[in-house]
């Protein structure tokens, strides 16, 4: 059974930096074809998907927010981070993990979603 | 960037009927290895979103049969046969043939 649940600040000031943690069970981020993605949605509005993280160690991020995205993993606590520097009001969302696996590349489970504020 | 129309933004549905929502893609969705990676997700409220469908037309698991993906290339159609009170919420169309990754803007189905 996999599972996911996001944790983060709640709340930080602009110009910081965002540090976000998934903690997974159900799979491991070691294993051929497993992947990590991370999506917002800013309250009310749609979904945007910002990056994934694969079990090779392959990252991609959404060139919207430029390089201020970072993803990483921690195989052996079955974690995967997101840090998103110098953040400003646009960044309050709720971020979503999600497993994601090679061979269909979809979302096929998600977390909870944690709501991040920006504000001074 | 691809970008994912949606049609209709909204709709109104009384229980039993089908509802359809269409997704054209502004690229064709089909890629190198010849699989098309179109996925629908449903969003219900104060939930997060559920995947429905992967590769246009495949149901995940536990996904009722009343859902069913269809369509090729840029044009893609989500239908929902006799529609319950479980399904309301909003639908997105996501990509994950070329980077980046984007999602439809979204259709809401209400139930009249």
């Known amino acids: 059974q996999v599972t996911l649940k996001e944790s983060g600040p709640g709340i930080l000031q602009p110009s910081h930096t965002l540090s976000l943690t998934c903690s997974f069970s159900?799979?491991?981020?070691?294993?051929?074809?497993?992947?990590v993605s991370w999506i917002r949605q800013p309250s009310g509005k749609g979904l945007e998907w910002l990056a994934s993280?694969?079990?090779?160690?392959?990252?991609y991020n959404n060139p919207s927010l430029k390089s201020r995205l970072t993803v990483s993993k921690d195989t052996s606590n079955n974690q995967a981070f997101l840090k998103v520097t110098s953040v400003d009001t646009a960044d309050t969302a709720t971020y979503y993990c999600?497993?994601?696996?090679?061979?269909?590349?979809?979302?096929?489970?998600w977390g909870q979603g944690v709501m991040v504020t920006v504000s001074s | 960037d691809v970008v994912l129309t949606q049609t209709p933004v909204s709709l109104s549905v009384t229980l039993g009927d089908q509802a359809s929502i269409s997704c054209r893609s502004s690229?064709?969705?089909?890629?190198?290895?010849?699989?098309?990676?179109l996925e629908w997700y449903l969003q219900k409220p104060g939930q997060s979103p559920q995947l429905l469908i992967y590769?246009?037309?495949n149901r995940f698991s536990g996904v009722p049969d009343r859902f069913i993906g269809s369509g090729s290339g840029t044009d893609f159609t989500l239908k929902i046969s006799r529609v319950e009170p479980e399904d309301l919420g909003v639908y997105y169309c996501?990509?994950?043939?070329?980077?980046?990754?984007?999602f439809g803007s979204g259709t809401k189905l209400e139930i009249k």
């Open positions: 690229q064709s969705l089909e890629y190198s290895d010849g699989y098309t990676y």
């Open positions: 996501f990509q994950a043939t070329h980077d980046p990754l984007t």
């Open positions: 159900g799979f491991s981020l070691s294993t051929y074809g497993m992947g």
């Open positions: 993280i694969w079990w090779n160690g392959n990252t």
């Open positions: 999600a497993h994601t696996r090679l061979t269909t590349v979809a979302l096929d489970y």
């Open positions: 590769e246009v037309s």
